[in-house]
């Protein structure tokens, strides 16, 4: 289709499949569905109003740049809607069934004895602060690729919103909470009672509960968390791919951002966001997805910079290539 790049295919087909899922297998566990498929037909029209705008020889540089950066600001509304939708296929969570795994593997819960064995005020900030900064890494690779390679930067949201949407859509067939559900009664559900009993001596220490990062963290997850997102996790292959993009662009940071991502893939279990087995899902997810994402980037042509007629050649290259970046 004339005009159409890979992360237009990608969005629109994730777009589409969610879409036609909702229709075929809404029953009543989504009272709302025809809003959400509304939603998607309204969007899928957006997007294609600005790929066909993109196309004309006039197009402000503002709407040229909303062309590729697009799929940015659909991350929290398709990442929300998944808690809406996971109960399509299965009624509950599986928890109980990744608990068991867990526990085989490793004879307890590391998702509650990691904790348990460094409950130190500064343990716990560092591991919080290196959680919190998945959103650093996904913010300041893709502004130094903007600054310095846009080309590269196009490629980046491309890449990293495919890994996205593979993990969206896993979240609606394979739902599971995590550890949080050890806690507390999540939209009605609660493991059973020999699973609760697990973390019956497994509370939030004091002096963890008094830091700064953990209090932030608390609030994002208060606000913006949806159930059954936490196989893979997504933060371990969102992290994982702005690595990826830092060895290949950004070459001065990628050894400090590598031991960051190996800090965080720790964080998300000492920090109870998820079991050691969400984590491995994780990194299995990003050695498939992002060379494979790439690859089909790559496959796609032509270059998003090669579309954009409103921003003056010389902003294109940004000064370095693929090959020379520092």
Not at 161 to 186: A, D, H, M, Q, T
Not at 274 to 293: C, F, M, N, R
């Amino acid at each position: 289709m004339r005009g159409y790049t890979f992360i237009d295919y990608a969005t629109q087909g994730y777009l589409a499949l969610v879409a036609l899922l909702i229709a075929l297998f809404h029953g009543h566990t989504v009272p709302a569905w025809p809003w959400l498929m509304g939603a998607h037909l309204l969007v899928m029209t957006i997007i294609q109003a600005l790929i066909w705008a993109d196309r004309q020889p006039r197009c402000p540089a503002a709407l040229a740049f909303l062309r590729h950066f697009y799929p940015v600001l659909l991350y929290a509304g398709l990442f929300a809607e998944t808690g809406w939708l996971n109960q399509m296929f299965i009624t509950g969570y599986l928890d109980p069934a990744i608990i068991h795994f867990d526990q085989a593997l490793f004879g307890d819960q590391p998702s509650l004895s990691f904790m348990q064995r460094l409950p130190y005020l500064f343990v716990s900030e560092v591991f919080y602060g290196a959680y919190f900064s998945y959103y650093l890494m996904i913010g300041g690779v893709g502004i130094a690729l903007y600054i310095r390679n846009r080309t590269a930067f196009f490629r980046y949201i491309a890449v990293m919103s495919f890994v996205f949407y593979v993990c969206y859509l896993l979240y609606i067939f394979v739902p599971v909470i995590g550890p949080p559900i050890f806690f507390r009664n999540i939209f009605g559900y609660a493991l059973p009672a020999d699973l609760q009993n697990l973390a019956s001596n497994s509370g939030y220490p004091e002096a963890i509960k008094s830091g700064t990062f953990f209090r932030i963290m608390k609030w994002i997850y208060d606000v913006f968390e949806a159930p059954g997102a936490a196989i893979p996790s997504s933060h371990v292959a969102i992290a994982l791919c702005t690595v990826f993009f830092s060895f290949r662009y950004l070459r001065g940071v990628r050894w400090i951002h590598l031991a960051l991502a190996i800090l965080l893939c720790l964080a998300t279990v000492y920090c109870r966001y998820h079991y050691v087995t969400d984590v491995l899902a994780g990194i299995v997810t990003a050695a498939v997805l992002i060379p494979l994402g790439d690859w089909l980037y790559g496959r796609s042509r032509p270059e998003p910079a090669q579309n954009l007629k409103c921003i003056k050649p010389s902003t294109l290259s940004g000064g370095v290539s693929s090959g020379d970046a520092h």
